[in-house]
């Protein structure tokens, strides 16, 4: 797999079968090949992950779909004001949480889709092609504010922790481990930032890990790796934290 930021919670990710492209809202999208289908995900509506200008992208030669959080709702007039003709619905599968989608793909592949609750709004994506496993959060976090009415907090964390459960499980069932997840590690939570980084790598199985919906504070990731260092248990996960990312562009 090829994995390329784009900006902020925007990945490209390119298997042999599929190029898949999640929360794009900013940046420099490369030159796909034109062979390949296309899978444009939107995880939910907030404006730092969903942006018109994917459905530019709708007459990608291998083919488009797109699959969104169920809380992106696009009336055709909504559609027509925006200058997208309506016929684009008749590719996009919207998916609330906790509901599966399997998309057929070139060669006799299929693209399997999980979703996960968020924290916030829409979902959070769990895709499996050609038997590797990729993770999205989207705003799927551990959400703790300082002010924030401890009830607030409470429940951040309970969901939050479901829902890591509930990804365990599925790896567990399959007997597998995500090969790449892409996981928020925002610094406006302040002290709060890695709560949300630690509790998915205490208890998901991956191999690569991408920080992201990092507002372009890039130096949280050598806070975080500092915060790893402190702690016996957490050293092992530092080789997982892809940084490079950011300076290269791509894996």
Not at 111 to 132: C, H, M, P, Q, W
Not at 198 to 208: N, R, T, W, Y
Not at 220 to 230: A, G, K, M, S, T
């Amino acid at each position: 797999m090829k994995v390329t930021y784009l900006y902020h919670s925007g990945y490209l990710v390119e298997t042999e079968s599929a190029i898949l492209l999640f929360d794009y809202f900013k940046g420099e999208l490369p030159a796909f090949p034109a062979h390949k289908p296309l899978i444009v995900f939107a995880s939910h509506k907030h404006p730092d992950h969903f942006d018109f200008r994917i459905f530019d992208l709708k007459s990608h030669p291998g083919g488009v779909y797109y699959v969104f959080g169920s809380d992106i709702r696009l009336s055709d007039n909504y559609l027509e004001r925006k200058g997208v003709d309506p016929v684009v619905k008749e590719r996009i599968h919207r998916l609330p949480s906790h509901r599966e989608l399997e998309l057929p793909l070139q060669g006799g592949e299929s693209l399997k889709i999980r979703t996960l609750k968020s924290t916030d709004e829409g979902v959070a994506f769990y895709v499996t092609v050609e038997n590797k496993r990729i993770y999205h959060a989207g705003d799927l976090n551990w959400w703790h504010w300082e002010g924030e009415v401890e009830s607030f907090n409470a429940t951040q964390e309970k969901v939050y922790q479901e829902e890591m459960g509930s990804l365990q499980s599925w790896l567990q069932e399959e007997g597998a481990v995500l090969d790449v997840a892409f996981v928020p590690l925002d610094p406006r939570l302040q002290d709060a930032y890695c709560y949300g980084m630690d509790a998915f790598l205490s208890s998901v199985p991956v191999k690569e890990v991408y920080p992201m919906h990092m507002w372009e504070d890039y130096g949280v990731i050598d806070r975080y790796l500092n915060h790893c260092e402190q702690d016996e248990e957490k050293k092992a996960w530092i080789p997982l934290i892809k940084k490079h990312i950011f300076f290269t562009k791509e894996t």
